[in-house]
Each structure stands twice: as structure tokens, then as C-alpha cells.
């Protein structure tokens, strides 16, 4: 009965070990941004100043993929 238990209990350690490194986590890119009225040139208009802040003193540029969509998708 003892062996039962612990082979219970291995068998549900690996499965939650196994589970625990493939998260399900997705990355969505939207690609058609075209007649935004935003330009990477002006981030303020769509980008808090703490993230403006933060994208400075971590090096990271404003790039297009940073644009949000269009507002006419906005319905």
C-alpha cells in the first residue's frame, strides 16, 4: 500500500513538473498599423511618461511594433 502511495506521488510530481515548463503564454503582433495618427517620433501621445522612463534607462528604442493599432479598429 506504502509503494502505491509513493508511486502516486511521483507520478504526480513529474506531471507538475513537466506542466510548470511549458506555461501557456502567448505574443500577439499586430501588423497592420497603417493611417495610425501616431508616430514613433512623438511616444508621449501613446506611451506614459514611466514608460518612456523606463524604455531610457533600460536602452530600449520606440520602435513601430510600440504603435498602437489604428482607433478606427476601436469599435
Known amino acids: 500500500m506504502m509503494k502505491k ?3 502516486l506521488l ?6 507538475a513538473a513537466v ?13 497592420d498599423k497603417a493611417n ?5 517620433s512623438n511616444p508621449s501621445a501613446y506611451l506614459s511618461q514611466r514608460a518612456i522612463d523606463k524604455r531610457t534607462r533600460f536602452n530600449i528604442p520606440i520602435t513601430e511594433q510600440d ?6 479598429y476601436n469599435g
Do not use: W
Not at 504603435?67 to 478606427?72: D, F, M, T, Y
Open 10 to 15: 511521483l507520478c504526480l510530481g513529474m506531471v
Open 5 to 7: 502511495i509513493h508511486l
Open 19 to 31: 506542466s510548470a515548463q511549458n506555461p501557456t503564454c502567448y505574443r500577439i503582433y499586430l501588423s
Open 36 to 40: 495610425t495618427p501616431y508616430s514613433i
Open 67 to 72: 504603435l498602437p493599432i489604428n482607433p478606427q
